[in-house]
């Protein structure tokens, strides 16, 4: 019976530790051992098993081993999926700066992007829990209104509700609205080390620009094998897709 109990004791804890193998990656990664701690990682979203925080610890353990491309990737993945991740905004940050090319962002022009730099500073999720919030807030000031004994407090209740109300819309207005340009974005990291960017989509054509390792661009056409991107500071050029992987 002690033997049975034993050899069950030990299919069980063997088993409990194949079956969490973001602990062990985890714990791979604080011994150190970056390159084994990304091949953990890597082997969890092979199976499918993808989340904010396996893609995020990816990243740290690529920035570890110096290799920003996949560094830089790995974080954008996880800012995708938990775009108020402050830790993962920093990172990619500190990951950017590793990169070559130093592109500076233009102001936007034209009202579509004016709006949007307004708006863009949330996630839309975001902006879908301010209108909660806020008709929350308007169910009580309604409730307020409904049961002030004065008219100065009913007067002052109906304003909140009118002001409540119209939070409400701007914040539905502007989840839709950020929705609808980010769903339309096609974010990529440049892998290759250095790669040229040729004026149109053919080997033969004229050099555009060249990129480095790291580089974030946005892809807005592709043809064949070649994908078109544009740069913060509005560069545009085309690009081998093997060059680049898309974050979406």
């Known amino acids: 019976m002690k033997k049975l109990l034993y050899i ?13 193998p973001f602990d062990k990656a985890n714990e791979l990664y604080r011994k150190h051992k970056y390159a084994e701690a990304a091949e953990g990682y890597e082997g969890i979203l092979k199976q499918k ?3 904010a925080e396996v893609y995020y610890n990816l990243g740290n353990a690529y ?10 990737y790995n974080l954008e993945k996880a ?9 993962a905004k920093i990172n990619l940050g500190y990951a950017r700066k590793m990169a070559i090319d130093n592109i500076k962002e233009v102001p936007k022009v034209g009202f579509t992007k004016m709006l949007y730099s307004l708006t863009g500073t949330y996630h839309y999720n975001t902006w879908g829990w301010i209108a909660v919030g806020f008709a929350f807030g308007f169910l009580l000031l309604f409730i307020g209104y409904y049961f002030a004994g004065t008219t100065l407090l009913k007067r002052i209740f109906f304003v909140g509700m009118f002001i409540a ?11 839709v609205f950020v929705k609808s340009v980010t769903s339309k974005e096609r974010p990529a990291v440049v892998f290759a080390e250095v790669v040229a960017v040729k004026a149109e989509p053919t080997q033969n054509a004229e050099d555009a620009f060249v990129l480095h390792e790291g580089t974030v661009v946005s892809v807005t056409e592709e043809v064949d094998t070649w994908k078109k991107i544009e740069l913060a500071d509005d560069s545009i050029g085309w690009i081998e897709s093997s060059a680049i992987k898309e974050v979406k």
């Open 63 to 72: 920035y570890k081993m110096g290799k920003i491309a996949p560094s830089v």
């Open 8 to 20: 069950l004791s030990v299919i069980f804890f063997a088993q409990a530790a194949v079956a969490n």
């Open 165 to 175: 109300l119209l939070i409400i819309v701007i914040s539905i207005l502007s989840a």
């Open 49 to 51: 098993k993808e989340s």
């Open 79 to 87: 800012l995708l999926l938990d775009p108020n991740n402050k830790d």
